[in-house]
């Protein structure tokens, strides 16, 4: 599975656009991208994930670069409880997944 | 309430000393897998298991063992413990028809 890079952390306003980048250069064409984050201590959350096409869902937005070697995760209307450290992987769906280390955002009041 | 669970939440024991953490989940999914979180090293995989009696290594296996008798358990397993092992652990599930992993709250370990 690729190796994915993000930064280590990022603040944003309460009610701004989160917009959490995430490189993946040796992406191969049958992985996905894949979103969680993680609040606290507690047991990584799913978020959304895509392959080559932007996607949407009630929690954010993911868009994916053309050349797949890149994308954002959007977070549209950041609140206090958005604060997490958020994890970009790369993966086939075979079973093994590489968190990496993530990026830890803080939302600010 | 589709959960994964975990027990210990928390354990504290003595190096060399025989553990089990048990994981069990009531979705039917087919795919578990093990996580160790340590500061500063993020996730990392343990194993994983594609269904029953189906096991197979990740990224750091060493000093772990696993099974999977079952569907709905898939127990880590510490033969003898060493301080290095001293972590948080998460149990994740995931059906294959799916591409969601639903994580269990974490047993953290420390191992003196």
């Known amino acids: 599975d690729a190796k994915t890079t993000q930064p280590t952390s990022m603040d944003c306003a309460e009610g701004r656009a989160a917009n959490l980048p995430c490189n993946h250069s040796?992406?191969?064409?049958?992985?996905?991208v894949y979103w969680y984050r993680q609040i606290h201590s507690q047991g990584p959350q799913y978020i959304i994930h895509?392959?080559?096409n932007n996607e949407t869902n009630e929690m954010a937005s993911l868009i994916i670069t053309e050349d797949r070697k890149s994308s954002t995760l959007i977070l549209p209307h950041a609140t206090l409880r958005d604060t997490a450290v958020y994890y970009c992987?790369?993966?086939?769906?075979?079973?093994?997944?590489?968190f990496g280390t993530g990026t830890r955002l803080k939302v600010l009041a | 309430e589709a959960q994964v669970t975990q027990n210990p939440r928390y354990l504290i024991t003595v190096t060399g000393k025989k553990l089990t953490v048990t994981c069990s989940q009531n979705?039917?999914?087919?795919?578990m897998s093990w996580y160790r979180q340590d500061p500063g090293l993020g996730l990392r995989q343990i194993y994983y298991?594609?269904?029953?009696?189906?096991?197979d290594k990740g990224d750091v296996p060493e000093g772990y063992k696993v099974s999977r008798k079952e569907k709905r358990n898939f127990p880590l397993i510490l033969e003898s413990p060493s301080p290095n092992q001293t972590s948080l652990y998460f149990c994740?599930?995931?059906?294959?028809?799916?591409?969601?992993?639903?994580f269990g709250p974490g047993t953290r370990l420390t191992v003196l």
């Open positions: 040796t992406i191969s064409g049958n992985e996905y």
């Open positions: 298991s594609m269904n029953v009696e189906v096991t």
């Open positions: 895509g392959l080559k």
């Open positions: 992987i790369a993966s086939s769906g075979t079973y093994k997944y590489i």
């Open positions: 979705m039917n999914h087919e795919y």
């Open positions: 994740a599930s995931r059906g294959l028809s799916t591409d969601t992993q639903y």
